[in-house]
């Protein structure tokens, strides 16, 4: 063993085979040299180390191969892990086939592409699954021929004493003499026989419990309709009541919207006649103004005549009078607000003119005459 501090390995194999090699080359270059010369070495020696050398890395390769493939089926065989999980190894590559996995013939390689796998085992699980069903197809059918063998059985057993082999042969010989032809038995492997069997259920009769699950399907048919019927009588009754409450909530708009309008045009013939009785009202103060001033016009005529008769000053009174008339403001009627009924009855207290104005007053007793003389004044200043 070599000492700590060395700088020596350990000598592998191939090292080894290295050195003997070198060794033998060297050997035989010394022979070759003492020797005298001969022929150039055969080619079989160098071939035979290149086979050597190939021999050595082919079983190192062969080995990582191995050692890869081990890990793989140690991971899909015992690991618990996802199928996307799995990665191929480095000396098994992926195999890429190309086009759709069904067109894979029997004997291609698909372990190692994911999607041809999957393919694969969906297609297994349907194969699974038609295998079950077949199976179970099978162990009907096996049941229902074991049926069928038993009846058989027993439709043999009940047809034997219909027909009997002695009345057969009986039957054969009378013909074979009455025709005179022999029958071949031979040729005959089964005779033919007609079993008339008794009918097990005569179709003209029904099970015992017809007649009480008829009375049973009758009743819940008659309770089914019932039903029906109440339900298409409350739906039709509500509709009903549904329709009239809207008529009626119908109607009372309708009267609202009557009582409105005939509100609203009694209140526009109220308007039209109170505008109607203020017009009235106004031209009949314009009229009574106007015959107000007519008879001041008069009475002022007729206390003109007095005073030329007297000898008055007449011609400056009455120039007065029309300077005083011409200066008067004219009132404008339409604005004046509608007159009360104490003004209707009392409209020419204002001016003085009333009942006594033709009496004893100011134009009865003549100019200055009586008590009223200064009203004659207040009409001549």
Do not use: C
């Not at 899909?76 to 190309?98: C, G, L, N, Q, R």
């Not at 009360?340 to 009942?355: K, S």
């Not at 007793?365 to 207040?378: A, I, K, L, M, T």
């Amino acid at each position: 063993m070599p000492p700590k501090g060395s700088t020596s390995r350990r000598r592998t194999k191939q090292q080894i085979a290295a050195d003997q090699q070198r060794q033998n080359a060297q050997q035989q270059a010394a022979n070759n040299a003492q020797a005298p010369p001969a022929a150039a070495p055969p080619v079989d020696a160098q071939v035979q180390i290149h086979d050597e050398a190939d021999v050595m890395s082919f079983r190192t390769l062969g080995i990582q191969r191995l050692m890869h493939n081990v890990e793989l089926m140690e991971n899909v065989t015992e690991k618990w892990i996802h199928m996307d999980a799995i990665k191929s190894s480095s000396a098994y590559p992926k195999i890429d086939i190309k086009g759709d996995p069904a067109s894979l013939k029997p004997g291609e390689l698909y372990f190692g592409d994911l999607k041809v796998m999957k393919y694969k085992a969906k297609v297994l699980k349907k194969q699974l699954k038609e295998e079950k069903k077949l199976q179970r197809e099978m162990k009907r059918s096996n049941e229902l021929l074991k049926v069928n063998k038993g009846l058989t059985n027993i439709i043999n057993q009940l047809a034997k004493p219909v027909v009997s082999e002695t009345e057969i042969t009986e039957a054969e010989s009378q013909f074979q003499t009455l025709t005179q032809k022999h029958i071949k038995t031979s040729t005959i492997s089964e005779p033919y026989t007609h079993k008339a069997l008794k009918e097990s259920y005569p179709s003209n009769e029904a099970h015992a419990s017809y007649w009480d699950e008829l009375r049973q399907l009758k009743i819940q048919q008659a309770q089914l309709s019932l039903r029906e019927a109440k339900e298409r009588e409350l739906r039709e009754l509500a509709a009903e009541q549904a329709r009239v409450l809207q008529e009626e909530q119908l109607q009372r708009e309708n009267r609202e919207r009557e009582e409105r309008e005939r509100v609203i045009m009694l209140e526009q013939q109220q308007q039209q006649q109170q505008q109607q009785q203020l017009l009235l009202q106004q031209q009949q103060q314009k009229q009574q103004q106007q015959q107000q001033q007519q008879q001041q016009r008069e009475i002022l005529l007729q206390s003109q005549g007095q005073q030329q008769q007297q000898g008055f000053g007449i011609t400056g009174n009455s120039l007065l009078l029309q300077q005083s008339l011409a200066e008067e403001p004219q009132t404008d009627f339409s604005l004046l607000p509608p007159p009360d009924d104490d003004d209707d009855v009392n409209a020419d207290d204002g001016l003085g003119l009333g009942d006594d104005a033709f009496g004893d007053g100011v134009f009865g007793s003549g100019v200055g005459g009586g008590d009223d003389g200064d009203e004659d004044n207040r009409f001549l200043i």
